[in-house]
């Protein structure tokens, strides 16, 4: 099972992630890990990034995914 501490490492490691990749590199469900990103965050450890144009570089009104779009990419609070 995934640990806020691992979570917490992959983000210093990546400098920003999403839970996806987070999930993925842990072998963890999507779900836990995004619980995990939100009880990091509420405790000030990770900030959610603000991004205006999402990872494929488009615009979000651009994107063919923007109705299923939901990045909500994370960093270490600095």
């Given at each position: 099972m995934a640990t806020l501490m691992?979570?917490?490492?992959?983000?210093?490691?990546y400098g920003q992630a999403d839970a996806r990749l987070i999930s993925q590199q842990l072998s963890?469900?999507?779900?836990?890990?995004?619980?995990?990103?939100?009880?990091?965050?509420?405790?000030?450890?990770?900030?959610?990034?603000?991004?205006?144009v999402c990872l494929t570089g488009t615009s979000c009104r651009a994107c063919p995914e923007n109705q299923a779009c939901n990045h909500n990419i994370y960093r270490l609070h600095q």
């Open positions: 691992q979570v917490r490492d992959l983000l210093a490691i963890a469900p999507e779900p836990l890990v995004q619980a995990m990103l939100e009880k990091l965050t509420a405790m000030g450890k990770v900030e959610k990034v603000d991004i205006t």
